[in-house]
Structures are given as C-alpha cells and as structure tokens.
C-alpha cells in the first residue's frame, strides 16, 4: 500500500489548479504590466484572482498582495510591522515559542537589530493562553504575530480573541495562517486580522505561491525592490500560472471545508484512538482543537528518524516534526514548547491527511506504526532499561 501521509510539509497539486495554470504558461503569456491585449488579458485575470483570493478570506481584493510562499509573506508581514512600529518608538514583539522557523528567524534577526521579542509559552495542550497575550502587550508593542493553526502538532489558536485584544491595545496582528488556510474557516473581518499569510502548496496549489493580506490603514513596506508591481510593495514579473492555480485550490479546498473536512476530521479521530492502543504513547496537543488532517504522537524509547525510515518501507510517506528541521539532531521546537522532554521528543510522528483514510488504510496505518515501534523498541537500550525499570516511565502505560 502506498499512502502519502505528510500534508502538512506539502501536498500534491489538484488536476483543477494544474488546468487553470496551463494557460497561462502557454497562450496568455503576457506580462500583466504591458499595455498590449496579450500583456491586459494577463492583468484582467490577475486581478480577477485578487478578487477571489479576497473573497476566500472575507478580504478585499486591494488587501490582497501576491508573493512567493508563506516564508516571504511572514518575512514581509514581520519585518514592515516592525519598521512602522520603530517609527514611532515602538520596538517590542509578541510571539510564541512554537511558530514557524520563517517567523522565529525573522524575529531574531529582528533582535539583533535591537527589537525586544517576547516568545510566549505554550501549554501542554499546545494552545496559547489569550491572558498571556493581554499580559505581554505594552505600551511599545508594535506587533502581535501568532499562528492560526501550528504545522507540527495542528493546534489552532484562539485567534479571534487575541485578534480582538491587538486591536483595543493598538498593536498590529499578524497570523501565519498557512497550515488553517482552506482547511478551516477564516474570516479576516470576524477574526480581528491585520495581516495573515498563506501559501498555495498547502491546499494543492503549486509550491512556491503565495499572498499576503494587509488590512486597509496598515502599513506595508516592500523586501523586494525593483517595479511597481503589487501596488509598488512587491516588485517581481507576477507568477501569474502560480497565482491562477493557487486561486482555484484556493477556491476549491475552502469549499470542501464543512464536507470533506468533516470526514478527515473522522479518520483522523479514528487514527488517534488506534495509535493510543500501543503502551507508552502520547498524543501531541489538543485532541479536539486541532487541524481536521492532523495526527501527532511521541512514542517513548524510540527515534523518529529510524521510525519514519521504515515506514517508508512499508510505503507509508510520513514525518517526525516539520519537514524544515528534519537533518538535524535537535528535537522539534514545537515539542519543547509543549513540554516534551528531548528523550520522548525524539520519538514523534506527524501524519497528515488530505483525504478520509478507508477502513484498510486507517487500519494499515496503525499496524505499521504498532509494529516498527514494537521493533525499534526491542533493539533500543533505552527501552530495555525501562523495561527492567532501571529508568522510570515518563509516559503512562495507556493514555485514554
Ligand atoms: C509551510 C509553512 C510555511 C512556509 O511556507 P512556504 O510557502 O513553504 O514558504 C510557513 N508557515 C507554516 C505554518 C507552514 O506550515
């Protein structure tokens, strides 16, 4: 059997946003800046797209700026916010320790140019509390950036709520809504959203797509200098096959959110009560406030490299934190911000669906992962000296 459980590093592109790209790879080729027919048919469905990227969201299409991924729009998001806030003697952030690495590096860069960040901590349930948030917002706060949904462990954050207190304190919000984007509904007006990031391979777009949403009043400042392109915060020929196809994945995948959501919310309850079955397991975050695609375990006394190795030869494409960190030795950061010591930390796995699971796939799934666990535990000395009870157990035998 061969089941791609890793969505949330990327996802294969849709036939729907494939055909709505080929077009403008090939006849309507022409640069949207030209003033000749072939350049104007290219800035008609540009814009159009903004429109219905917008309206995906609850935005408006001038909210809307295009650009290469979730990395750039954070990057751009982060980094004007933190310029405007200087201008006027506000250089103090509020994050989390468990964002993403294009928000994390970002702000530490930004350390080093002399902004003070505030990383809060994140509970055992992987949820930030909305009281640290009021908490940690001063006077000289200029920005407030925390994820809509986390990568790793799919917890989703009270965004509406923190949304709301940025507001009545005066600090810009951004969300890094990469991973919630065309997975759960958002609504930019409802939710208090400044800013947010998405990008288009999430949600069977093609890779290296994304946008940019800035409420009107927020400063925008560009990264990428050169034309005038995205209202002069942008510059770059547009990616107009990338913007055509991330528009209709766009389109399609938020559609689908109370239907086939609904079902992978299903298997994905189903794979979480099968993996609880094997000892000395651990569910990663909130069971029930958590992406509907999102599965994530620690196992004690195993290691997720050699876990995931052999999935993969039981055809099974899986990942053991975020696919940016994997090649280090370091445990997940996202992990650690939970509470998870490093020696269980090592033991994660990450499934990530796109899809409902068939009774034979969810039940494929949780016999492979049984059994690669039950061999690399009997050849691991760490379990040998749990089993003779040399160490003690960090985790309870059975769960739930
Ligand atoms: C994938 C991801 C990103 C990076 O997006 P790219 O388009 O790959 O640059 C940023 N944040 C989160 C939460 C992600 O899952």
């Not at 030209?34 to 917008?54: D, P």
């Not at 800013?195 to 409420?215: D, E, N």
């Not at 020929?237 to 196809?245: F, H, P, S, V």
Request: proline fraction near 3%.
């Amino acid at each position: 059997m061969e089941l791609y459980l890793d969505c949330a590093a990327t996802t294969k592109m849709s036939r729907r946003a494939i055909d709505a790209m080929l077009p403008y790879m090939d006849e309507i080729y022409g640069n949207p800046s030209s003033l000749y027919s072939i350049g104007q048919r290219a800035k008609e469905a540009l814009e159009k797209a903004r429109e219905r990227v917008a309206a995906c969201i609850g935005a408006k299409a001038r909210e809307i700026y295009f650009t290469s991924g979730g990395s750039e729009s954070d990057n751009q998001a982060i980094v004007s916010a933190a310029i405007n806030g200087a201008k006027k003697g506000k250089k103090h952030i509020v994050s989390t320790a468990f964002e993403h690495h294009a928000v994390l590096h970002t702000l530490k860069k930004l350390e080093k140019q002399g902004y003070e960040v505030t990383l809060l901590p994140v509970g055992s349930n992987g949820i930030v509390k909305v009281s640290d948030v009021e908490n940690a917002i001063r006077d000289d706060t200029c920005l407030v950036t925390i994820m809509y949904a986390n990568n790793e462990i799919g917890t989703i954050q009270p965004i509406r709520e923190i949304g709301e207190i940025c507001r009545a304190k005066g600090a810009v919000f951004h969300t890094d809504a990469v991973q919630a984007a065309g997975h759960i509904p958002i609504d930019v007006v409802k939710d208090n959203i400044d800013m947010l990031s998405i990008s288009a391979h999430k949600f069977h777009g093609p890779r290296g797509t994304g946008a940019l949403y800035v409420r009107q009043g927020i400063a925008l400042n560009s990264l990428i200098e050169g034309g005038a392109q995205e209202r002069g915060k942008r510059a770059g020929t547009e990616n107009l096959a990338g913007i055509m196809g991330m528009t209709v994945a766009l389109e399609d995948a938020v559609s689908e959110i109370d239907t086939v959501g609904k079902s992978i919310a299903e298997s994905r309850d189903r794979l979480i009560a099968g993996l609880r079955k094997i000892p000395y397991s651990s569910l990663n975050g909130d069971e029930k406030n958590r992406l509907p695609g999102n599965v994530s375990f620690c196992f004690e006394g195993i290691e997720g490299e050699s876990l995931l190795l052999m999935l993969d030869d039981m055809g099974i494409s899986a990942s053991s934190g975020s696919a940016c960190t994997s090649g280090s030795l370091d445990p997940s950061h996202v992990l650690l911000a939970i509470g998870r010591v490093h020696e269980v930390a090592h033991g994660s796995l990450r499934l990530t669906m796109d899809r409902p699971l068939t009774d034979e796939e969810l039940q494929y799934t949780v016999d492979s992962v049984k059994s690669v666990v039950e061999r690399l535990r009997s050849m691991s000395p760490l379990w040998h000296d749990l089993e003779k009870g040399k160490r003690a157990h960090i985790f309870k035998e059975f769960e739930a």
